[in-house]
T-cell receptor, first 117, second 115 residues
Framework: AQTVTQSQPEMSVQEAETVTLSCTYDTSESDYYLFWYKQPPSRQMILVIR??????QNATENRFSVNFQKAAKSFSLKISDSQLGDAAMYFCAYRRSRDNYGQNFVFGPGTRLSVLP | DGGITQSPKYLFRKEGQNVTLSCEQN?????MYWYRQDPGQGLRLIYYSQIVNDFQKGDIAEGYSVSREKKESFPLTVTSAQKNPTAFYLCASSIGETGGQDTQYFGPGTRLTVL
C-alpha cells in the first residue's frame, strides 16, 4: 500500500523568507500524481500545486514550487516570499494514475506552518 | 459561482442519534467523496461515488451510510453504530476522469460533535 510521510509536524518562517516543507512517499508504481493541499484556519482544503510523475520539470504556481525527486520518492514544497496568509496546515497527497475517478488519494499527516511577522 | 457547499457548518448529536451531513456541488463533477479528519491527522476516506446511483466504501465506512440519487448531491449519514463520530468531515468532488489527472476539490467542511 502506498504511504505518504511528512516528517515535520510544525514549521515556522519569517514573513518574506523562504521555507521548504518535505514529503516522502512509498510506491511501486511508475506513473502517479502528487499534490500539495493547504488547509487554513477556515479548514477549507485548497489545492496548491500538482505534479505528474512522468514530467521531469518541477511544477510551479506563483510563489509555490516543488522539488520532485522521483528516484528518492521525495516531493518537497517551497514557498517563497512567505506571507501571513500562507499560515496553514499543508498536506501532501499521492494518487496513482491508473485509479479511476480520482479515488484512492493517500494523504500525509500534514505540516503546520506558522508565518512570523 | 461554481463550488461545493456543505451544511451545517457545526452539528451536535446526542448519543444514539443518526445525523445527516449535506454536500452539494454545482461543478458538474461525476465523482464525489467523503473524508473524515481527526486532530493532528490527515484525511481518511469514508465513501466515494463515481457516478449517480453508485458508491463504494472507503477505508473507514463502518457506521456511515451514503446515497447518490442526484449528480449534485452526496449526503452522508452518521449512524449510531459509529462509536466515535466527533470529527471534522470534508466532502470533495472531481471530474471523474478515467486514469487521468483527476484532482479533488473540497467543500468547507462540517464539524460534528457528539454530546
Amino acid at each position: 500500500a502506498q504511504t505518504v510521510t511528512q516528517s515535520q509536524p510544525e514549521m515556522s518562517v519569517q514573513e518574506a523568507e523562504t521555507v521548504t516543507l518535505s514529503c516522502t512517499y512509498d510506491t511501486s508504481e511508475s506513473d502517479y500524481y502528487l499534490f500539495w493541499y493547504k488547509q487554513p484556519p477556515s479548514r477549507q482544503m485548497i489545492l496548491v500545486i500538482r505534479q505528474e510523475a512522468y514530467k521531469q520539470q518541477n511544477a510551479t504556481e506563483n510563489r509555490f514550487s516543488v522539488n520532485f525527486q522521483k528516484a528518492a520518492k521525495s516531493f518537497s514544497l517551497k514557498i517563497s516570499d512567505s506571507q501571513l496568509g500562507d499560515a496553514a496546515m499543508y498536506f501532501c497527497a499521492y494518487r496513482r494514475s491508473r485509479d479511476n475517478y480520482g479515488q484512492n488519494f493517500v494523504f500525509g499527516p500534514g505540516t503546520r506552518l506558522s508565518v512570523l511577522p | 459561482d461554481g463550488g461545493i457547499t456543505q451544511s451545517p457548518k457545526y452539528l451536535f448529536r446526542k448519543e444514539g442519534q443518526n445525523v445527516t451531513l449535506s454536500c452539494e456541488q454545482n461543478l458538474n463533477h461525476d465523482a464525489m467523496y467523503w473524508y473524515r479528519q481527526d486532530p493532528g491527522q490527515g484525511l481518511r476516506l469514508i465513501y466515494y461515488s463515481q457516478i449517480v446511483n453508485d458508491f463504494q466504501k472507503g477505508d473507514i465506512a463502518e457506521g456511515y451510510s451514503v446515497s447518490r440519487e442526484k449528480k449534485e448531491s452526496f449526503p452522508l449519514t452518521v449512524t449510531s453504530a459509529q462509536k466515535n463520530p466527533t470529527a471534522f468531515y470534508l466532502c470533495a468532488s472531481s471530474i471523474g476522469e478515467t486514469g487521468g489527472q483527476d484532482t479533488q476539490y473540497f467543500g468547507p467542511g462540517t464539524r460534528l460533535t457528539v454530546l
